[in-house]
């Protein structure tokens, strides 16, 4: 099931160029309903990664929306032997990157304890018979929410991208614009202290400092 | 391979982001230290637990509210011509022959506005002074010009200080079929016996890059209309 939770269900990595460049080319030919096509594709992917990199629900919902303006104002430049998922990434972390810088310093964590507030209403919803399995599963939710709010913007960025989302380490840096080099050692300091966070949250020995 | 450089990698090593002989030097450490093997199971639970983090409750409702939303601003666009159109058109090679386009726009604007400039400042020398070498070019060995007052401009090469293509211009040249020696042929014969020069007339449009230059045959000096 977790391994279910991890595929990108929007984007099947083996057939998504073809289809995606039809799309692309019918878009640019004006074809509303192809490029609307694109929108259904990717707006789960898109807007979750908003979610996952600004923190609350009316900034992701704001963010999804100028990731697809800017992606048809931009769909005339885009090379179709590229990845479209790729590439949607790539704007949706600008995209977030100018939100974020907008909203100012330190907003994040505020923006996170609003994330966890919401999913932990969710969660509260969902109880049943094994409500108690569902708090502590908002509890740890709601931790890693914190951690990955308390992260530098670049290690959030790659972490969501590599380990939420599931991209490769290329693609990630192809989507941040930096050397995948530079991603690995973002994810070890990111994946460093999101393990640490959490073993002070938790309780749990910790080891040696890497 | 030590402890300490071990831990360094697991963050890595625990999602296979390491190369394959490093993480078989990793693995091979874990196989036989314990302590390691402990910490590098704390990475996989944490790993596990961030992606219980991943997108799994994401409304519907919403993601349609977010679509229709693009769509209808899409549409907005479009009833504006050449708004949305115009960054959906421009692909990098149109972008570049754009950009070349306004360098050259630019270039020619400046030529214009240093044209005009060195024109103001050699104002008040003598007309002759004032000849430039494009100029000359232009309006050939004439040895006067009559200007239209406001837009129009007398020039008249300085016989003292002869520019770079004076002595070009200045041979008979019948042979020509452009230039200032076919001007020069077309005048009347009277013109010959008794040279009055052609008017050259400027007149500048709006457009910086675009002058109206012609030369209109030099009037009789009894007329009075023209200077010498």
Not at chain 1, 132 to 154: F, G, N, S
Not at chain 2, 197 to 225: C, H, N, V, Y
């Amino acid at each position: 099931m977790l391994e279910t939770a991890l595929m990108p269900t929007d984007f099947p990595s083996e057939d998504r160029r073809g289809p995606d460049a039809a799309l692309v080319e019918r878009a640019r030919a004006g074809d509303a309903a192809a490029f609307e096509q694109i929108i259904v594709r990717s707006q789960r992917r898109v807007f979750s990664t908003a979610w996952r990199l600004l923190g609350t629900k009316e900034d992701a919902q704001d963010a999804a929306q100028e990731v697809f303006l800017r992606a048809y104002r931009y769909l005339g430049g885009f090379d179709t032997r590229q990845d479209l998922a790729a590439w949607l990434h790539q704007i949706t972390v600008n995209v977030c990157r100018d939100i974020a810088r907008k909203r100012g310093p330190g907003s994040a964590v505020h923006a996170s304890l609003e994330t966890e507030r919401e999913l932990g209403t969710i969660e509260a919803l969902a109880s049943g018979a094994d409500a108690e399995a569902d708090a502590i599963r908002a509890q740890e939710r709601a931790m890693v929410t914190r951690a990955i709010a308390d992260l530098p913007e670049k290690e959030r960025a790659a972490i969501v991208l590599r380990d939420i989302e599931g991209l490769t380490t290329e693609e990630v840096a192809r989507a941040l614009g930096s050397r995948p080099a530079t991603v690995r050692s973002q994810l070890c300091s990111a994946r460093a202290k999101i393990k640490r966070y959490c073993d002070r949250i938790l309780g749990t020995p910790q080891g040696e400092e890497p | 391979m030590k402890c300490a450089r071990v831990e360094a990698l697991l963050p890595l090593f625990v999602e296979g982001d390491l190369r394959a002989i490093r993480g078989r030097a990793v693995a091979s450490h874990l196989r036989s230290c314990a302590r390691c093997g402990e910490v590098a199971d704390g990475y996989r639970a944490s790993q596990r637990r961030l992606r219980l983090y991943g997108p799994s409750e994401v409304d519907d409702a919403l993601l349609d509210a977010i679509r229709e939303s693009v769509m209808k601003r899409l549409e907005r666009e479009a009833r504006r011509p050449g708004r949305a159109r115009l960054t959906f058109d421009l692909l990098p090679a149109r972008r570049l022959a754009l950009a070349a386009v306004a360098v050259f726009i630019a270039a020619g604007a400046i030529l214009a506005l240093l044209g005009e400039r060195g024109r103001d400042e050699t104002a008040g020398e003598p007309v002759a002074a004032r000849n430039s070498v494009g100029e000359s070019a232009v309006t050939g060995p004439g040895p006067a010009e009559v200007a239209a007052p406001g837009v129009a401009r007398v020039e008249r090469p300085n016989p003292e200080r002869p520019t770079r293509t004076a002595p070009r211009v200045s041979k008979p040249a019948p042979a020509r079929s452009r230039g200032a020696g076919t001007r020069r042929a077309r005048r009347s014969p009277a013109d010959e016996s008794d040279p009055v020069p052609p008017q050259r007339i400027e007149l500048q449009t709006s457009d910086p890059l675009i002058r109206i230059i012609w030369f209109a045959p030099g009037k009789a000096r009894d007329s009075g209309a023209t200077t010498s």
